[in-house]
C-alpha cells in the first residue's frame, strides 16, 4: 500500500478535519516523510538534518520512499546494498 493510499485511507475514517490531523501527527513520530534517496541509502529531505542518513530511532522506524511512495523500514546499518528504496 502506498503512502498516498493510507492519506486517504485515513481521511475516509477521520470523523473531523481536526482528527485527521491528531492521526497525521501520531503518525510522524513513527514515519518520516521527508526523505530523498540516494545510491547508497536513504536520507532527510528537510529541516536541520537534510542530506543527513536516516537512523533508526526509538520509534521512527519507517520511512516513505521518494520513488515508490511505499513505506519501508529504516535501515539499521549505517552501509546498504543497492539503492535506497531496495
Not at 62 to 69: E, G, K, N, Q, T
Request: charged share 20%; aromatic share 8%.
Amino acid at each position: 500500500m502506498s503512502w498516498t493510499e493510507i492519506i486517504a485511507d485515513l481521511r475516509l475514517v477521520a470523523c473531523s478535519n481536526a482528527e485527521f490531523h491528531r492521526m497525521l501527527h501520531a503518525l510522524s513520530e513513527f514515519v518520516e516523510t521527508s526523505v530523498i534517496g540516494t545510491w547508497d541509502q536513504p536520507r532527510h529531505g528537510s529541516g536541520l538534518l537534510t542530506g543527513q542518513p536516516l537512523t533508526e530511532g526509538w520509534r521512527r522506524r519507517l520511512y516513505v520512499c521518494p520513488d515508490s511512495d511505499q513505506l519501508k523500514w529504516i535501515p539499521s546499518s549505517a552501509k546498504l546494498e543497492g539503492s535506497a528504496c531496495g
